[in-house]
């Protein structure tokens, strides 16, 4: 009897955290398609820069204004790492932060420093109780409501210590969303710009490369430079939430249909102790019945 | 038609135009620019706060706010790529004006040449470019 009990109450708690999985799932498929949408019209902005600045980059080739663009010889490498605030996101952290921590072993046996910068809690957590010291943790905004001017505080920390030379070379480290199903933690080279492919893109386009700049090359692409950069930022920081919000989608799925099973199970099991019991009582009944007959 | 020439305005969260227009009148880092079809192929930089005015085919002008953006001609298609840009209809009057009280207050206790009252002006340019702007718009006053 006991046991009757006891199943009644585990076929409930799991119903109801088949329930709180379900919703989260739902929460999360909403915050994805919202996080897409806004990854959609952010698109043709970067093009645009990119255009832009592919189309500049050789009139300003060769050119010792522009510091960003100076490679020297690395000594320590800036890495901003980009993950989730909050966990129930299957291994969406932990895939990122197992490449993260084969790059640093890889830099660190090679004899170079490692600084952090950290965007979301979960990473932050990780690098810290592994000893790690962590430049700037980004609290503010939340990832999860992070706009433009998050992109663009995180790009100018990051400029600052390039161009202060606190660091030789700054990169990202973020999870690219393939698909609903797919997402591959990526490593960006950020700082110093590696060689952008002058002149293709415009070929491509049928670009006339000779066109007027105004005032002077250098004026306009020293004002276009954090732009770009920025938007690199926060193309990376959508990235990292479609894939934050397309892994906790897929992981309430696979707990939701999980719970199921697993009541299902429970209540097969749950009738036919109750079928026993019945059958138990019965034969009692008949069993007496006929002793006093 | 024979001169036209297609605009396109795009901003981090919306390109916000995308079509064919007659002539459009900015405000460049260094002046004024009036871009009519078949301009030759430029690039600048647009003032930090300023107005976009669009002639439309019909002759009609459409007045819009830019902010931090660069422009580019190529091909007959004007791109402007800005960080902030809105229509004078979409401008929201008490908002602008709360920003620019705030600039205002901001700038009253800083430095003239610190980073942070660089920056409050700026956002004190925005601000006074959007009103004007919007009083444009509206015809309560300001300067057309």
């Given at each position: 009897m006991a046991n009757l009990k006891e199943l009644r109450g585990r076929i409930k708690s799991v119903a109801s955290i088949a329930q709180i999985t379900k919703a989260m799932e739902m929460v999360a498929s909403m915050k994805l398609r919202k996080v897409q949408a806004k990854a959609q019209s952010f698109h043709p902005y970067t093009e645009e820069i990119r255009h832009m600045i592919e189309a500049l980059a050789s009139k300003v080739s060769?050119?010792?204004?522009?510091?960003?663009?100076l490679q020297r010889e690395v000594n320590t490498v800036g890495i901003l790492g980009i993950t989730s605030d909050?966990?129930?996101?299957?291994?969406y952290n932990s895939n990122l932060l197992f490449a993260l921590r084969k790059q640093v072993e890889e830099l660190q046996a090679a004899g170079k420093k490692v600084k952090f910068w950290c965007y979301g809690r979960k990473g932050y957590a990780w690098l810290t109780r592994r000893g790690y010291e962590v430049e700037r943790f980004f609290v503010e905004p939340a990832l999860d409501k992070a706009d433009f001017s998050a992109a663009r505080l995180v790009g100018k920390a990051l400029v600052e210590a390039f161009e202060s030379g606190m660091v030789d070379e700054a990169r990202l480290f973020y999870s690219r969303f393939q698909s609903m199903i797919k997402f591959v933690p990526t490593n960006a080279a950020f700082?110093?710009?590696?060689?952008?492919?002058?002149g293709q893109d415009a070929k491509k386009q049928n670009f006339e490369l000779d066109f007027l700049l105004e005032p002077d090359a250098t004026t306009v692409f020293n004002r276009l430079m954090p732009r770009y950069l920025e938007t690199v930022v926060f193309d990376s920081m959508l990235q990292a939430l479609a894939s934050e919000h397309a892994s906790r989608r897929m992981a309430m799925k696979g707990a939701t249909d999980a719970a199921t099973r697993m009541n299902k199970g429970l209540k097969k099991v749950y009738n036919r102790a109750r079928q026993e019991n019945i059958t138990k009582e019965l034969l009692d009944i008949i069993g007496g019945a006929s002793a006093v007959s | 038609m024979a001169s036209e020439l297609h605009l396109r305005v795009v901003t981090p969260d919306r390109t916000i135009i995308d079509r064919k227009v007659a002539g459009v009148s900015f405000q460049g880092v260094d002046g004024g620019y009036g871009i009519l079809p078949h301009h030759a192929p430029l690039m600048t930089a647009l003032a930090q706060a300023g107005v976009v005015q669009i002639t439309e085919l019909d002759g009609k002008k459409v007045d819009l706010f830019a902010a931090d953006g660069f422009a580019q001609m190529q091909n007959n298609v004007l791109t402007l790529v800005c960080e902030a840009g809105e229509f004078a209809y979409e401008i929201d009057l008490a908002r602008v004006k709360a920003a620019e009280a705030k600039a205002r207050e901001k700038m009253a206790g800083l430095d003239r040449l610190s980073e942070d009252f660089l920056r409050a002006e700026a956002s004190l340019r925005k601000a006074l470019a959007r009103e004007m702007l919007s009083r444009r718009g509206s015809g309560t006053g300001g300067l057309h």
């Open positions: 060769g050119n010792a204004d522009v510091p960003l663009f909050r966990g129930l996101c299957g291994s700082l110093p710009i590696a060689s952008i492919a002058v | -």
